[in-house]
């Protein structure tokens, strides 16, 4: 998310969230801190949106309630969006606006015109924003690609005639800033799936992200020249599945799209199922599958499953353990370190290089990516002739103020991101996580003890319960000397001449000592101390 600022307006490009990481146990995904733009939200003029992919839209339905500002986006990504939005009961309130490429118009005193780009989904689009002081142009994510598998290539021409004769500043995609060379074509990707899917002997099953459109008509095209049927599973997949060819951008004869019920009665050999999973979710249909707890899909001899994607930075552990599961469950696994069933979609350094060129910006920022990415692509804008003074690698919430001549980093404003646990939120410093993963690093122990309450008197021997911190053929000992030693501490203390945070505290130490010199290990524990 960027926000651009002159006086009392304000725009806000893309809304997208987080994947957790493995240190972020029970959280369900991370959005924006947006605290700065709800203190500011009479200035807020719009969200624009350069493509449907979820790291853009998936935190609308989290901000659109706090901000209530229109949103701007192509056909496909308001498709996308009003999708998701209505499964959060969003849609009537949701001011969802259409835009087409070169079809400018204005919000406060900026005007927008979007313009077509190439990346992994269709209908992804950059931004001209002109203001008092310039032009600036945000590429969103990109990739310069002459045989898209929609058929539009980049509109280079129309970058050149938005920059004139250079824009006031640049904000560029660095997510591949370290590679070198070009980015292959989707059009390989097609070739390839093509080239798999017709030599499988079986079923073939492909996961890849429920949002790119592109892939699964590449796969649609694939099921057609190889006389299979597609079925779809996976909420998301199908529902954008549905979408997409309502709106025309999948295109497949009748009956080339089945049910499951209708692809279970045919052969393995003309079935294909596209399904969610390829970046490891626990909940997604090809993890479910590889663990052998799918209620529908069971992995059988024979079966070919194309993992049409490649493991977002943080996920490369879980899809490693994914692809073993299937090897497993004794399927035949292609993904994209044996064979070209994926290629990214985001500009390589030639790529970059043609931009910075065409776009010819007195300022540059790095956008899109990890800390190591923004760094290359600096330097290589650098090495474009952008002076190092004029190139700015920004944290979260820094404030970069421009003027025609300078630029300076001026403030830092709340940002960084919130994390979503079912309904309740946590900001990235909470204790939580760090409570969350000591107990799943060192297991609960519950001591539970009932006292008098007129004298103190302990009434039964404390009762000792665990999770995840020994086994249970280990623990009828250790808990045995644990109860005494609880009871022990118990009878010590006389209970009644303390108030019972004193006694809980007091038990909770003693035996988190007692529990380290027997084990080696710290659980938490917790104490019960019930009066009768």
């Keep these: 998310m960027m926000a651009l600022e002159y006086d009392d307006d304000i725009i806000v490009i893309d809304a997208g969230l987080l994947f957790p990481e493995e240190d972020m146990p029970g959280v369900d995904l991370g959005i924006p801190d947006i605290t700065y733009l709800v203190e500011n939200r009479d200035k807020v ?53 259409v835009v087409e490429p070169h079809a400018p118009f204005r919000l406060g005193c900026f005007r927008i015109e979007f313009f077509r780009v190439c990346h992994s989904i269709p209908d992804a689009m950059g931004i001209a924003i002109t203001t008092p002081i310039g032009t600036v142009i945000h590429t969103g994510d990109f990739k310069i690609d002459h045989t898209p598998a929609d058929g539009r290539s980049m509109d280079l021409a129309a970058i050149a005639r938005l920059a004139g004769d250079g824009a006031l500043l640049l904000c560029s995609d660095s997510t591949y800033a370290e590679v070198k060379g070009y980015t292959q074509s989707e059009q ?82 003309r079935v294909i199922i596209m399904a969610t999973g390829s970046q490891g979710e626990p909940t997604s249909a090809l993890v479910r599958i590889a663990n052998g707890n799918h209620r529908d899909i069971e992995v059988e001899p024979g079966d070919t499953v194309i993992i049409s994607a490649s493991p977002i930075p943080g996920n490369e552990k879980v899809v490693a353990k994914t692809i073993d599961n299937l090897f497993r469950q004794g399927a035949n696994v292609i993904y ?82 919130v994390f979503v646990d079912g309904r309740t939120f946590w900001d990235g410093d909470s204790s939580v996580f760090a409570e969350r993963r000591r107990l799943a690093r060192e297991g609960v122990v519950v001591v539970a003890a009932t006292l008098s309450a007129s004298t103190g008197e302990v009434l039964a021997d404390p009762e000792i319960a665990s999770f995840g911190f020994v086994e249970l053929d280990e623990s009828l000992d250790l808990f045995e000397k644990t109860s005494k030693k609880a009871l022990t501490s118990l009878e010590e203390m006389r209970p009644s001449a303390l108030t019972l945070d004193k006694t809980r505290a007091r038990v909770r130490d003693s035996i988190s000592k007692f529990l380290h010199a027997e084990t080696g290990r710290r659980p938490t524990v917790l104490t019960v101390i019930e009066y009768i």
């Design 188 to 269: 390989v990707v097609g070739e390839s799936l093509d080239r798999e899917i017709a030599e499988a002997p079986g079923r073939v099953m492909v996961a890849t992200f429920a949002s790119l459109i592109s892939r699964m008509q590449q796969v649609i095209d694939a099921a057609v020249r190889h006389d299979r049927k597609v079925t779809v599973v996976g909420r998301s997949m199908s529902n954008n599945v549905k979408m997409a060819t309502s709106m025309g951008y999948l295109n497949a004869p009748p009956n080339t799209i089945v049910t499951m019920n209708e692809a279970r009665r045919l052969p393995h050999d």
């Design 336 to 417: 994209s370190r044996i064979a070209t069933v994926h290629v990214h979609g985001h500009a390589s350094q030639e790529e970059l290089k043609t931009m910075l060129s065409i776009v010819n910006p007195r300022f540059f920022v790095p956008i899109h990516g990890e800390r190591r990415h923004l760094v290359a692509h600096a330097a290589l804008a650098r090495s474009m002739g952008i002076p190092d003074e004029h190139t700015f690698v920004l944290e979260d919430g820094d404030v970069l103020a421009l003027t025609p001549e300078e630029g300076v980093v001026i403030d830092n404003v709340p940002a960084g991101h």
């Design 45 to 97: 003029r719009s969200i624009l949106i350069t493509h449907g992919h979820e790291d853009h839209i998936g935190a609308l339905p989290f901000v659109l309630p706090e901000l209530d500002v229109p949103v701007y986006a192509s056909r496909l990504a308001h498709g996308l969006i009003s999708v998701k939005l209505r499964e959060r009961g969003l849609i009537r309130t949701a001011r969802l606006n």
